[in-house]
């Protein structure tokens, strides 16, 4: 079969080139074009030999799986020279256009060994291998894609020129976060694990759960309120005292049933791992919908978190590299029950990093880049506020716990029927 790269030939001189170049935002764009052309200013200052790998495969859970362990199988095979950076190409403005893989800067003394193991990268399916050579001038840097032969050599097949690209607007991955990082509907999100079935057996469990009844449009008789927050804004606290002050019925997305399974879905890439969220909210919204015909429900964490954290983790750097304000990706799916009221807990991180060691218990990977990565944090949090159907309300969880009850529970008196 031929590569499905290949066929993105005809479109390469069209494609923008991102090179991530740290987790700040800063981003190296170029295009190609076939007449010999000076180079973007930022590449002239490269020295080292330098490649790119891309994931272009026809089946997409495949892709995902290989790209997110890419990486690693870069690191270990490649000389410790090696500098690798994330690299997506995409279309500008195309939905579903970007394909992402890595950029190397290769400063080692054996780049035998570095062509060697791109040569076998290079006769997978799924993967595009590219040289970039300098020109003698120092100013024009030409890219070679590797043909797929058998041929372990740089089997040059077309020569193209980099060239400076228009800065985009958006973060390149916004072109491909619905139905791969945030899922809109029940019915793409159970796409992903039907497809998944053969290569995690776990995903027929988890499908087995989820419902097929449409409960959003179904108006609960009690009030559902939704407490949000990144880890130890106090939810815990919060949903258990508002349980006992109400009479309310406590619940959680994901929900108790997929424990046995989160773990499984936690080492998968986002593809599927958004996807198990998301289902979690929709066997979530059949037990509220359930529970609050006879008392008033409170859920912690829902939809803002799988949106949410989904978002802020497909883009790097500062706020202004999300989605911005009022995009359709912070919308509400419109097949999932709407709670009355959602409360979001904010604290400022030095009393939430206080509060985190005061617990003494282990973080969660994407909890220790939260306190690694103080962006990545305030992208969360932006990405919570910007969520809409309903738009959350923020609280400062600062003051004493009892205060902060006293606070959400005139929020809920003034939204809610009680
Ligand atoms: N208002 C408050 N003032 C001081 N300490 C608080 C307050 N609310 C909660 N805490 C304490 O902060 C820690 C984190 O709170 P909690 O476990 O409720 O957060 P969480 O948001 O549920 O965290 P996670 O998402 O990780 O489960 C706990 O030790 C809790 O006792
Ligand atoms: N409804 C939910 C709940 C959780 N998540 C994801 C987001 C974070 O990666 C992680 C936080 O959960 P915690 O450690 O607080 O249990 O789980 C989600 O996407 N959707």
Known sequence: ????????????????????????????????????????????????????????????????????????????????????????????????SLIRGYFLKDASECPSLTRRVLGALGLSEQVQVCSYLRGPDGGRWSQQLWSGSENQNMDVSKTCYVVPSEEANYHPSVLNMENSDVFYCRAEACKVLQESCDIIPESRAVLELVGK???????????????????????????????EALGARLLRSPPQ?????????????????????????????????????????????????????????????????LPPEGSPLYRWPPDLLQPSLVVLLTLDPQERKRRLEARGQGQTDEEQELDHNLLFRLRVEEAYRRVRGPACVVVDAGPSADKVLQQVLLLIKEHCRL
């Open 1 to 96: 079969m031929a590569k499905r790269s290949m066929s993105l030939l005809g479109q390469w001189s069209s494609r923008v080139f991102s090179i991530d170049l740290d987790k700040r935002g800063a981003l190296l764009n170029f295009a190609l074009t076939e007449k010999p052309q000076q180079a973007p200013e930022k590449f002239r200052n490269i020295q080292e030999r330098c490649y790119s790998v891309l994931v272009c495969g026809d089946d997409r859970i495949q892709s995902a799986r290989f790209y997110f362990g890419l990486e690693d199988l870069l690191r270990n095979e490649l000389p410790a020279e090696c500098e690798l950076l994330p690299v997506s190409s995409y279309l500008p403005h195309v939905k579903d």
């Open 213 to 243: 009844t449409d409960a959003s449009r179904h108006s609960p008789d009690f009030p559902v309120v939704v407490i949000e927050g990144l880890d130890a804004t106090g939810k815990t606290t919060m949903t258990e005292s508002l349980r």
């Open 257 to 321: 049933c997929l424990s046995p399974w989160r773990a499984v879905f936690d080492r998968e890439p986002p593809l599927i791992r958004r996807a198990f969220y998301a289902l979690g909210n929709y066997i979530t919204a059949e037990q509220m919908g359930k529970e609050a015909s006879q008392a008033p429900v409170i859920v912690d964490r829902y939809w803002h978190s799988t949106a949410s954290y989904a978002i802020a983790t497909a883009v790097s750097g500062p706020v202004s590299s």
